[in-house]
């Protein structure tokens, strides 16, 4: 067990002065198991905030399990063998059956695919023999009739609602996957007992009709989106060996995803030893140690999966796409760039800030308010993470031109930009206002209690202690005019970048 | 100057877990009562009519100032639409006749402080977060801008030019057409239901602009709710300071044109897509409503309460045909709006919809059950804490709630009627506001793909989005 006072201020410059009395005063317990609590105490309100992360998010499929780290996400919520379920025993009994069913489906839909096309090539009429898949539907029709029976829906989610939860969410990310919820702080036990129930004995009922839900989040998110399904192509054609090139799953795949897949997925990467617990608000430490030891401490740790072995290689020449969608014009470019712990990764942080943080950043004031060409230029990592991610990620900036400027006219006033960025240092007063900034994000980034347990964990999982966030911090506040120039020489470059545009479809008329 | 404290006490009261009978483990965790006394907001009134909530909280050196006006496009005439969005836009990104907008800008951002300032269709909102040692700058700044705002004309340009921009793009994105079609028809020839569209906007002048300013952003048309690290008398001298010479001339304009009849019907926008999106309803009710607790416990049952509403249970979990779907009344001051909204593949898109009509007709001529109404009233409850969360909700929420013209005492009232809520009240409220047979459609999406046509709930006219 050990204590933690820290300022991050140590070496934060002159303004910082008057805030160093601000601390952070955090409590960090691991379990035997691997299992690590990051509290932090904060008596403001009769609440507290939790979140959860587990060190697995996308670009962990690798070997055709695609969907799998999302669809496992969504199936979390499904209960346990205590909740969600009036007889576990025979729905237990019952799931099996119905995987077995799916497993048939599968085959023969593979297998009537196969003879269609050995037909159509040998010339003779396609006359599928669906009665053996009639049976077969029939039969899952039966066997859901009987889950049904069984099935206490959404009981977990009712537990969470009627307890008072607040901003229950997940997010499957590309390195980590995050649970967040938030109660009344006579709730924490209760919370405690039912996430360590999850992680013991997870159900992944409904999981047929879960996997559609999923394809619609798809259609939602992706599909009917032009920014999105943009940024999907910049992405593939960003990455060719590294799984981060999977913005989302491409969705044919997750209808072939089976239970007993999620659940090795579960296994391997939901281990103790790959998950962190991070809780701010009205607690007392003691005894949430207390309470996590005999809640989470019997959960058996697991071996490491295996590594991601993909090194991207490096691109040696610019990329183009294009996406054509019923949408006006759009265009995003991205640079390849470095993982959470290399140390231009800071460098990188305030060249995002120079360049589009508020009204006086460089694009804001130069390209939409100075030549007016554009409604947006937005700078972003991705994927993105407080402190970076755990494989070399990219710089994308994203910009909307404004009629009657073009994408063409606003790419090269974007590449001027970044080339003032090669030429000429920042001045001093720019790199003060990024470091004053740095102060006070921090201060306002205690303010949130979601958003302090969310950086303490996210700091934790992926660099593997949740003090990286200040050493961040310090490493930010001291670079250079010099640094910023040599990142943006070695970076900005035509041969490191890729270009999606978004070309207008042609109206019908 | 009045002053008025708000003392409230909440049992949060330990759950009942009847659902969770199979869960015996879980249901033996004792779950402590939690006495709750939401924290007093203090409130003082300038000479000049402001109104302050203020509530300090010293656990960090920060400071935060919401400002809510009584103004937007409900003044203003329907040619002339986006014209208070407009002037709470270059309100702030004109400069002041002190400070020019760039100056005002670099000294803000320099510092890491922020004020936003935006107009919507009846209020305004000024927003600043401040560290508490730069308080004085940013006040200052903030005063200028309230009381001496520039609306220079590049920027005026710039803002108009944004603005149509936007409007170009707002077919973009499926979801915002069938939002903005959707209350054309509920709310048509009224500016709760028309947008602002390219020719309104091009008309619109800087010295119209001007004069909304005059009008209505003015100390005695304006609630503030400040909070932070300072003290009551630090905070009574500090906005005197900076907005006691802050004047109100002449009168605020009358609201524009009364409402009129929904267009009821069936709405279909073709849209080359795999989804369609779609948006049913009508008229809901305004937030005065007597009932507007015991709607609000009923649409939770409904379509409001996520996992734990009918609509989530039989369209997501039951079926998978959608990934959000749900139903929202929406208030306003005058009116309000019903809706159910749902996106699902194309060849689900009449199942879907008859699902939604299924589940509303079932439940306004059932009613909710004892465990519906138990679990959407503890939800409520259980969770109303967070309404305090933090220092600037505190102050935001009292603020607000005087804002829109409730008296003293509403969040005590709120909470005893949410607790009074009874069944044959949900039955009732389901009956009064909710009229499946006479509704607005808005699918956006590819009919060719739909499982079957849309003429099934009635008479199908096409909108033709440019």
């Known amino acids: ?509 | 100057m009045s002053f008025r404290s708000v003392v409230l006490l909440i049992v949060l009261t330990a759950l009942s877990l009847s659902g969770l009978a199979a869960a015996q483990d879980i249901g033996s965790v004792a779950i402590p009562e939690l006495q709750f006394n939401p924290p007093a907001v203090d409130r003082f009134v300038l000479g000049n009519g402001l109104i302050v909530h203020f509530y300090p909280d010293t656990s960090l050196p920060v400071v935060s100032l919401d400002a809510m006006f009584h103004l937007g496009e409900v003044y203003v005439p329907l040619d002339k639409a986006g014209l208070a969005e407009l002037c709470g836009a270059v309100l702030r990104s004109g400069g002041t006749t002190k400070t020019p907008a760039d100056q005002f800008n670099e000294k803000l951002d320099f510092v890491g402080a922020s004020i936003h300032s935006s107009a919507g269709t009846e209020s305004g909102e000024v927003r600043l977060r401040t560290l508490k040692k730069d308080l004085d700058l940013s006040l200052s700044l903030l005063s200028e801008m309230l009381l001496s705002p520039a609306f220079d004309n590049t920027k005026f340009e710039i803002a108009v030019e944004n603005k149509l921009e936007e409007i170009r793009r707002e077919n973009d994105e499926p979801n915002a057409v069938t939002r903005r079609e959707f209350y054309k028809k509920m709310f048509p020839s009224h500016p709760y239901g028309m947008p602002a569209t390219a020719s309104t906007v091009s008309s619109i002048t800087l010295p119209e602009l001007a004069e909304f300013y005059k009008r209505f952003y003015r100390p005695d048309n304006c609630v503030m709710a400040l909070s932070g690290d300072l003290t009551r008398s630090e905070a009574e001298s500090l906005m005197n300071q900076y907005f006691g010479s802050w004047s109100s001339k002449g009168e605020v304009a009358a609201k524009t044109p009364a409402l009129k009849e929904s267009e009821t019907g069936v709405y279909y926008v073709p849209r080359d897509m795999n989804q369609s999106h779609l948006r049913i309803g009508h008229v809901g009710i305004d937030r005065k409503n007597e009932d507007r607790y015991a709607v609000q416990v009923m649409n939770f049952i409904l379509g409001g309460g996520g996992f734990m509403s009918r609509m989530t249970n039989r369209i997501r979990v039951q079926e998978g045909l959608a990934y959000t779907v749900g139903t929202n009344f929406y208030m306003m001051d005058e009116s309000g709006s019903f809706y159910a909204y749902c996106q699902t593949k194309s060849e689900s898109t009449c199942k879907a919809i008859e699902l939604i009509l299924d589940v509303m007709r079932t439940f306004i001529s059932e009613g909710a059950t004892d465990r519906e109404l138990e679990v959407a009233k503890n939800s409520i409850l259980n969770s109303d804490v967070f309404n305090y969360a933090t220092p600037d909700q505190i102050a935001y929420q009292e603020a607000q709630l005087e804002f829109q013209g409730f008296p003293p005492g509403q969040l005590k009232r709120r909470i005893e009627a949410i607790k009074a809520v009874s069944l044959a009240d949900v039955k009732r409220v389901a009956q009064a506001y909710l009229h499946p047979d006479s509704m607005i459609f808005v699918v956006v999406g590819n009919d060719k793909a739909f499982d079957k046509p849309l003429s099934e709930f009635g008479a199908v006219k096409t909108l033709q989005i440019e």
Do not use: C
């Open chain 1, 1 to 509: 067990m050990f204590w933690f006072l820290v300022s991050f201020f140590a070496l934060v410059s002159a303004a910082a002065a008057e805030t160093s009395d601000i601390k952070l005063d955090v409590k960090e317990h691991v379990l035997s198991n691997g299992m690590t609590l990051v509290l932090v105490e904060r008596h403001t309100a009769p609440v507290f905030y939790s979140m959860m992360y587990f060190k697995v998010g996308s670009a962990n499929e690798v070997g055709g399990n695609i969907g799998s780290a999302h669809l496992l996400e969504h199936m979390m919520f499904k209960g346990t063998r205590k909740i969600g379920t009036s007889n576990w025993d025979k729905e237990s009994a019952l799931m099996d059956i119905e995987d077995r069913l799916y497993d048939k489906l599968y085959r023969l839909k593979g297998d009537m695919e196969d003879e269609r096309v050995r037909r159509s090539i040998a010339g003779s009429n396609v006359s599928d023999d669906s009665s053996q898949m009639k049976v077969v539907l029939d039969s899952i029709v039966q066997i859901e009739t009987a889950l049904n029976d069984v099935i206490v829906p959404n009981q977990l989610e009712e537990l969470y609602t009627e307890n008072g939860g607040y901003d229950f969410n997940a997010h499957t990310g590309y390195d980590i996957t995050s649970y967040q919820v938030a109660f009344p702080k006579n709730r924490l036990e209760l919370i405690m007992m039912v996430e360590a129930e999850r992680l013991r004995h997870p159900v992944f009922r409904e999981f047929y009709s879960e996997r559609d839900v999923v394809a619609e989040e798809r259609r939602l998110s992706v599909d009917t989106q032009a920014p999105a399904k943009l940024f999907e192509q910049l992405i593939a054609t960003t990455f060719v060996a590294h799984p981060y090139q999977i913005f989302w799953e491409w969705g044919s795949e997750v209808a072939d995803l089976t239970r007993g897949e999620i659940s090795d997925f579960f296994k391997t990467y939901y281990a103790p030893n790959r998950t962190v617990l991070a809780i701010v608000g009205d607690i007392d430490a003691n005894e949430t140690i207390k309470m996590a030891e005999k809640y989470f401490g019997d959960i058996p740790a697991q071996a490491p999966p295996k590594r991601i072995e993909s090194v991207e290689p490096v691109q040696n020449g610019e990329k183009r796409v294009e996406v054509v969608f019923d949408a006006e014009p759009a265009i995003e470019i991205a640079y390849h760039k470095t993982a959470f712990d290399d140390p231009e990764d800071a460098v990188f942080n305030v060249i995002t800030a120079i360049l589009s943080r508020g009204r006086t950043s460089r694009f804001y004031k130069g390209l939409v308010e100075g030549k007016r060409l554009a409604l947006a230029v937005d700078v972003s990592q991705f994927p993105w993470g407080d402190v970076g991610t755990l494989y070399p990620n990219v710089l994308v900036i994203d910009a909307q031109p404004k009629a009657p400027a073009t994408v063409e006219q606003l790419e090269a006033a974007v590449y001027e930009e970044l080339e003032k960025l090669k030429t000429t240092p920042v001045d001093s007063l720019e790199l003060e206002k990024i470091k004053n900034n740095l102060v006070s994000d921090f201060i306002w980034g205690l303010y949130d209690g979601l958003g302090l347990a969310d950086r303490l964990a996210q700091s934790q999982t992926i660099a593997g202690d949740w003090k990286y966030l200040g050493f961040l911090r310090e490493r930010m506040s001291s670079v250079t005019a010099a640094d910023i120039m040599r990142v943006a020489r070695q970076y900005f470059t035509k041969e490191n970048r890729t270009v999606a545009v978004l070309v207008p479809a042609k109206k019908e008329s």
